[in-house]
C-alpha cells in the first residue's frame, strides 16, 4: 500500500497570503494525485486531478505541481472560504489512499 | 444535476450486518465506476471499495476483505454495501461516490456507528 504525508498538519495564513502545501507518496505515483478541499459536515470537494489539472469550478488560485514522490497545491492570495482541510489521494495503486490532511486556518 | 443520496445508516451492534445504499440521478449511472470512501468521526478519508460499471470488478481494502460487499443494480441507478461482521473501528461516515480514482460527484454520506 502506497502511504502518502502531507505537512505541516495545520497552517495558520491570513487572509490574502499564499499557503504551500506539501504531500509526499512512499513510491512513485506518477502524475496520478488529487487534491480535495473539505470543510466540516461537508463532502470533499475535488480541486486538482493529475497533479496539476484544475478540476471543473476550481478558480485559478488553487495551483497543483509535482510528479513521482513529491507533490505541492499552492493557494495564492486565501479567502475566507479556503480556509478548510485538504487532503492529497493517489490513484495510481490500488487501494486508492489519501494523505492525513492539512488543516488550513486563519492566523 | 448529478445527484447521489445514501441511506441505511444507523447504529449497530459490534458483529451486526447494515445494507447501505446510494441512489443515483443525473447522469448515466451504468457508464461509470461507483466507489464506496468512509471517514471515521474527525478522521481523514479512507477508499473503501468500487466496482466496475457492469459489476464485473470489485475491489475492497485489506480492512474490508471478506466482510463487505459492493455491488450495483444499473437498472435501479443504484449502488450498494452490504457489510457484515462489523467491527468498532467501521464506525464512519459512508460517502458514495461517482467513478474511481479522483472523484468529482459525491454524496452527502450516511452515518454508521457501531457500539454496543
Known amino acids: 500500500e502506497i502511504v502518502m504525508t502531507q505537512s505541516p498538519a495545520t497552517l495558520s495564513v491570513s487572509p490574502g497570503e499564499r499557503a504551500t502545501l506539501s504531500c509526499r507518496a512512499s513510491?512513485?505515483?506518477?502524475?496520478?494525485l488529487a487534491w480535495y478541499q473539505q470543510k466540516p459536515g461537508q463532502a470533499p470537494r475535488l480541486l486538482i486531478y493529475g497533479a496539476s489539472t484544475r478540476a471543473t469550478g476550481i478558480p485559478a488560485n488553487f495551483n497543483g505541481s509535482g510528479s513521482g514522490t513529491e507533490f505541492t497545491l499552492t493557494i495564492s492570495s486565501l479567502q475566507s472560504e479556503d480556509f478548510a482541510v485538504y487532503y492529497c489521494?493517489?490513484?495510481?495503486?490500488?487501494?486508492?489512499?489519501f494523505g492525513p490532511g492539512t488543516k488550513v486556518d486563519i492566523k | 444535476e448529478v445527484q447521489l443520496v445514501e441511506s441505511g445508516g444507523g447504529l449497530v451492534q459490534p458483529g451486526g450486518s447494515l445494507r447501505l445504499s446510494c441512489a443515483a440521478s443525473?447522469?448515466?449511472?451504468?457508464?461509470?465506476?461507483m466507489s464506496w470512501v468512509r471517514q471515521a468521526p474527525g478522521k481523514g478519508l479512507e477508499w473503501v471499495a468500487n466496482?466496475?460499471?457492469?459489476?464485473?470488478?470489485?475491489y475492497y481494502v485489506d480492512s474490508v476483505k471478506g466482510r463487505f460487499t459492493i455491488s450495483r443494480d444499473n437498472a435501479k441507478n443504484s449502488l450498494y454495501l452490504q457489510m457484515n461482521s462489523l467491527r468498532a473501528e467501521d464506525t464512519a461516515v459512508y460517502y458514495c461516490?461517482?467513478?474511481?480514482?479522483?472523484?468529482?460527484?459525491w454524496g452527502q454520506g450516511t452515518l454508521v456507528t457501531v457500539s454496543s
Open positions: 489521494q493517489q490513484y495510481n495503486n490500488w487501494p486508492f489512499t
Open positions: 466496482i466496475k460499471q457492469d459489476g464485473s470488478e470489485k
Open positions: 443525473g447522469f448515466t449511472f451504468s457508464s461509470y465506476w
Open positions: 513510491q512513485s505515483i506518477s502524475s496520478n
Open positions: 461516490a461517482r467513478g474511481t480514482a479522483m472523484v468529482m460527484y
